[in-house]
């Protein structure tokens, strides 16, 4: 079973950047997705970036060319660089990953962009 970890969220003001991290522990053989969400209050959960394990990647239209996702396989560690940061970027973010077919979700970083 995996058990996935989120950190780096935080209070950043608008036009600043911040690294979200996830890091995933447990029996696995392998992970095959690794994907970002967030939820903003009162809103649903919506989609943000992912990485497939061959390195293939998708970012929703509301962040492409600003966040960047990437992986270090050995450290089982998906991350997201956030740059240029919206005030509609505030969220709890949201670390998914899919490993031996299984859907698994980390508890959340909250991530408040405000002047």
């Known amino acids: 079973q995996v058990r996935l970890v989120e950190s780096g969220g935080g209070l950043v003001q608008p036009g600043g950047s911040l690294r979200l991290s996830c890091a995933a522990s447990?029996?696995?053989?392998?992970?095959?997705?690794m994907g970002w969400y967030r939820q903003a209050p009162g809103k649903q959960r919506e989609f943000v970036a992912y990485?497939?394990?061959?390195?293939?990647?998708k970012y929703a239209d509301s962040v492409k060319g600003r966040f960047n996702i990437s992986r270090d396989h050995a450290k089982n560690t998906v991350y997201l660089q956030m740059n240029s940061l919206e005030p509609e970027d505030t969220a709890v973010y949201y670390c998914?990953?899919?490993?031996?077919?299984?859907?698994?979700w980390g508890q959340g970083t909250q991530v408040t962009v405000s002047s």
């Open positions: 998914n990953a899919v490993a031996d077919r299984a859907d698994t």
């Open positions: 447990g029996r696995f053989f392998s992970i095959n997705y």
């Open positions: 990485i497939l394990d061959y390195g293939s990647k």
